[in-house]
């Protein structure tokens, strides 16, 4: 499956974006998926999670209550949607398709978009 991230931009603090990510190669329908992102000179870190089935999500500390991920199976697509926006977000944001174990390491992710560039100034 290919993975291709988009949506991401310049916006300033407390501005909203909304990221998009579409599968093609094979459908998602059945496949858990996910949102990652890597800051300059950080480790690539969990942002969101969702399943494929319920749609039932899981978010990392930080975005939580201002991030929200959500996807159309029919459409082959992932989104997130990003409110509140800090400079700490800040990233490149990866979306990627889980495999297994715990929903928060990378490791658990078999493949991966090419990432999304958000800036976000103060």
């Known amino acids: 499956v290919q993975l291709q991230a988009s949506g991401g931009g310049l916006v300033q603090a407390g501005d909203s974006m909304r990221l998009s990510c579409v599968a093609s190669g094979r459908a998602l329908s059945g496949y858990h998926t996910g949102w990652f992102r890597q800051a300059p000179g950080k480790e690539r870190e969990f942002v969101a999670f969702i399943n494929w089935a319920d749609s039932s999500p899981y978010y990392s500390e930080s975005v939580k209550g201002r991030f929200t991920i959500a996807r159309d199976n029919a459409k082959n697509t992932m989104y997130l949607q990003m409110n509140r926006l800090k400079p700490e977000d800040t990233a490149v944001y990866y979306c990627?398709?889980?495999?297994?174990?715990?929903?928060?390491?990378?490791?658990?992710?078999?493949?991966w978009g090419q990432g999304t560039l958000v800036t976000v100034s103060s």
């Open positions: 990627a398709k889980y495999k297994d174990g715990p929903v928060f390491y990378k490791s658990s992710y078999d493949y």
